[in-house]
């Protein structure tokens, strides 16, 4: 059961870590589109819109990656010295 539980968990993260790359470029790029459409802006306020949310994208991941490598730090078992044990 411990295996199932490990294989779900990590699909979680997985899904979790899609959503925080995917989610600002598609937000970025939906903004623009309306503001485009509704405002009348040039097209060209389609290249900052794309490069403001592969950095957002960027920042999610860079924080993402942390975050999971100090838990896996945390879960990582300790090595238990000859002297150490007592």
């Not at 925080?20 to 097209?43: E, I, K, Q, R, Y």
């Not at 060209?44 to 403001?52: D, E, K, N, S």
């Not at 991941?61 to 975050?67: I, P, R, S, T």
């Amino acid at each position: 059961m411990k295996g199932l539980y490990k294989t779900l968990e990590d699909l979680v993260w997985l899904t979790q870590l899609g959503l925080n790359l995917l989610l600002p470029l598609v937000l970025c790029l939906g903004g623009c589109w309306w503001a485009v459409n509704h405002w009348g802006w040039p097209m060209w306020v389609y290249i900052p819109a794309i490069l403001l949310g592969l950095a957002a994208g960027a920042q999610n991941f860079w924080v993402f990656a942390k975050e999971h490598l100090k838990q896996a730090q945390k879960d990582k078992p300790r090595r238990v010295g000859f002297n150490s044990h007592l």
